[in-house]
């Protein structure tokens, strides 16, 4: 064989199979493969509340350590004590210990490592394999720590941590341990930084009709020197494909760089809280065309804006916020952010008209946020309840660490040396929070000129430093704060409002009254304002008994004409706001009664304040209690709040033994409803019947009042028998379906307890929960409010009973059962609650309720199994589909290929014009036989 005819085929073979692994000809399919694993980290950790060096060493023998899931609270299965402050729910803190045994596969060897928790309460230290990685004081921020330099593949591997809740630190109830949910992710040679996706939309109220430009953002390191494909594209609800971008970058070896694409959307859906839309992004980072790491995002298209005049708009629409303050705790269930829980208390808040939240006095969690997304809330993300000084005597909360720095040995994802806490925890609830539609505000504190100690003199310019960092991750969100010095005149306050305003601020009111409203309108026009925490009404849920504080029982009255001395009623905060356009809206306190701070019992030092032990343990100003079950004042703001249908709510009970007369004789009724009209029939017998009169504010807002009032009161001499209230639309019709207890009845004796659960399908996960009510009733299946019974719950099949409550804080029960399978609980109002957590296995569980004389009730609730979930296997990353390879595109950014292409082009011609040449000398033949 000829030289000329060897190099051909040689270069003809390199070339083919060069090209053989190529889609540069045609649309071949690019399978994708499973490369970005999220390793069960939430399952079967160890837990010890002591304190001992040792408990870092991978050799330590810990076989005699409590097995916990997290998300966990170790205070909340403790008993109440004096030795602890009522402010914090007499609840104690301490020093736990975590570890968590995990192996890597071998074939995982090179990859990178990160374990990120979401949350632990506080002072946290993470060791692993006996390395000291770092510590992280907040307990409402996440960290990250990169595991790889000490990963031993193939061998057991050894994460400790040490968390340290130093009593006092909070003005409320905080729980302890680990908290929020933690994740470990295996990474391949480039991936995308945990938090970096960010996507906006631009000129959205402009273009929404027709085409919008996305600028999706996302952080991309690289382990070693890398040539990476990045692709980014949208999908709505189906799944469908509605835009994608792509782009050819080259990282270096360990560093990370930002990275912009433009996605580009005709006439999206908008998201609303009536609309919840949710697309969803979905970003890949491929290197030759293999997956190395996959992100998905949820993103609502939607915009809003805060006006001096006219309050708050959202898509171009007027909205007033409908708000609530929300503590984190999940009652029973302590701190632990639980997606069930916190998804059952926002559908509760759903139902009442509440369209906002603000999440006091802390960053949200991960669950909060995407719920939020997911059932249409707007959300105020709020950092912090303190600066540099302390709160309330807590000498351990976040001003002991606020101005405090990072050190050089902590390898925190995120931090750098030096850098100030401060920086660090506002920057990670930007970070985890800007990509979600539901945050509308960064709030940078809460009355941090209230109830401190200390120099406030650098206040400015901290509020200088926060507006900053925050304006380096997000351009667009106004940023705000909670002012409760508003009916004063300060200073340091107005300095620091003014900061606000310098960086596109909304200043909040704490407890404005409506003289200040109005002042502070004319004295700043263009200013936008809020009520970032009104009303501060407590009562006691169904407690009728006492017009005021029961001072024996520990319990208030539900009517709504209780408050602390700088709060107002409900309906009065609610009229200041809804009757004033400039106002955009008010955030109550609170939306669930919470662990803690039992106004008007609250103390700030250890020891009972009452001398009756360490009662009262919880708040009174929910509007719903930490059962779960609403008061009536839920029914007024449902009244004011939901126009989905017809409220009707009567109160009190009919109960001569738990009913309170006026000085003349008679029992206050009152009655919220939305109703063009109702009437309140005693026995049948009419009592009369109120008309509204539909006031509606120049920007278009419309409200109700009943004889001046927005609520319907009646004065009724007491008889025995039944109270019933109508609704009339505006023709007079009778409204047959109403929302509310809109009758009463003197009741008898209890009969039965009728029990009830929320749902009767759970995952099989661990995790998912149902909540089963218990609620006395006489024989005609009247409420029995007026008697406590205990009520034992027994379960039977795979699930474990998770806590108990009555909603009454001056019950001192431990929240925890005797056992997994056996709970008692006495009732409050006539109400006890269970709550249910779901095993591992599907099947079935058998609930039983049951008290003393009474015929028990049971309830079975299926578990079903779950096929795939994050936090128990890998994920699984679905294949890419099918996609047509630009050939141009493709050789430009692989000039390997492209070289080898173009040597066989050169000897292909070669060839063919020695063969045209042989052929003409007519020796074609002879010099082909090969």
Known sequence: MGRRKQTFIIALIISVLCLAGTDIFCALPVHAETTTDTVSFCDDWLFLKEDDASFSDPAYDDAQWQRVDIPHDWSITEAFTEEGEAESGFLPGGTGWYRKHITFDQEDAGKTVIAEFDGIYMNSTVWFNGVCLGTHPYGYTSASFDLSPYVRFGEDNVLSVRVENTQPNSRWYSGSGMIRPAHLHVLSQAYILPHSVYAEAQDLAKKYTSSVSVHVNADIRSTAESSVQLSVKLLDKDGTSLGQAEKNIKIKAGTAETVQQTLSVSSPHLWSPADPYLYTLVYEVRQDGVLLDRKETAYGFRWFAFDADTGFSLNGEPLKLQGVCLHHDQGALGAVS??????RQLDILKDMGVNAIRSTHNPASEELLRLCDEKGFLLIDEAFDTWYNSKNHNLNDYGAYFSGTIAADN????????????????KDMVRRGRSHACVIMWSLGNEILGNIGGDTSGYPQAAEDLCKWVRELDEERPVTI???????????????NEVLIKYNGVIGFNYALPETYDARH???????????????????????????????TYQITAYD???????????????????RDFIAGEFIWTGFDYIGEPEPWNGMTPGSVTGAGPVPRSSYFGVIDTAGFPKDSYYYYRSQWNHNDTTLHILPVWNPEQISYSADGTVPVVVYSNAPSVELFLNDVSLGRKFAETVETEAGFAYQLYEGETALQWQVPYS??????????????????????????????????????????LRADGRDLCYVSVI???EAGNEVTGDERQIRCVLEGPGVIAGSDNGSPADLSSFRGVSDTEAYRDTFSGKALFIIRAGREAGEIRITVSSEGLQSQTILVTTETVETKEEEAPEVVPEAPEEEIDMLEYLRNNWLVLLLYAVFIVLLIGFIRVQIKNYKRGDFKKKNKW
């Open 522 to 552: 004319e004295q700043y026009p263009d200013r936008a304002l809020y009520g970032s925490e009104t009303a501060s009404a407590y009562g006691s849920r169904g407690v009728y008994s006492t017009f005021g504080i029961n001072r024996e």
């Open 776 to 778: 006395l009733q006489d």
């Open 411 to 426: 390898a925190l994802l995120y931090g750098q040396e030096g850098m100030s806490w401060v920086e660090y925890d506002v």
């Open 561 to 579: 004409i209780a408050h602390v001395e700088w709060g107002t009623t409900a309906q009065d905060a609610w009229l200041a706001v809804i009757s």
């Open 482 to 496: 909670g002012d409760n010095m508003i009916n004063t005149s300060n200073p340091i306050a107005e300095a620091v």
């Open 720 to 761: 025995e028998g039944t109270l019933r209230a109508a609704a009339y639309d505006s023709e007079g019709n009778l409204i047959e379906s109403t929302v509310g207890r809109a009758q009463v009845s003197t009741p008898s004796a209890v009969y039965t307890t009728a029990a009830e659960a929320d749902r009767t399908v």
């Open 338 to 343: 639980d997606p069930a829980a916190i998804g």
